[in-house]
């Protein structure tokens, strides 16, 4: 399996940027996918997930301001971001792990959970 995002760059603050994640290698359409981030020093935060159901869930320092989409057509994984703040300023990742509709929502956004990882994209907001 292979994950590789894209779409990271610099933006200031209150800006947007839209992470995509292309995934090969596995049945996409079967599988969870979460967005994460990681500044140095830090543990991995979860940030949103999507089941393979299409339900999702996110972190509160991201709800009402990220979108998780997936295209399953395409293999494709988003993360649109809205009202960017420095405090966004971190490495972003994508993940994925076979689905399950069991999962609980801390188990989504739980680093711990996923197998498959991206090698993540940059972001930085400047003030």
């Known amino acids: 399996a292979q994950l590789v995002e894209s779409g990271g760059g610099s933006v200031e603050s209150g800006g947007s940027l839209t992470l995509s994640c292309a995934a090969s290698g596995y049945t996409y359409s079967g599988h969870c996918m979460g967005w994460f981030r990681q500044v140095p020093g830090k543990e991995r935060e979860g940030l949103a997930h999507?089941?393979?159901?299409?339900?999702?869930s996110y972190a509160p320092s991201v709800k009402g301001r990220f979108t998780i989409s997936r295209e399953n057509a395409k293999n494709t994984l988003y993360l649109q971001m809205d009202g960017l703040k420095p405090e966004d300023t971190a490495m972003y990742y994508c993940?994925?792990?076979?689905?399950?509709?069991?999962?609980?929502?801390?188990?989504?956004?739980?680093?711990?959970?996923?197998?498959?990882w991206g090698q993540g994209t940059q972001v930085t907001v400047s003030s």
């Open positions: 999507i089941g393979g159901d299409g339900s999702t």
């Open positions: 993940a994925a792990v076979l689905w399950t509709p069991f999962m609980t929502t801390a188990e989504a956004l739980g680093a711990s959970s996923y197998n498959y």
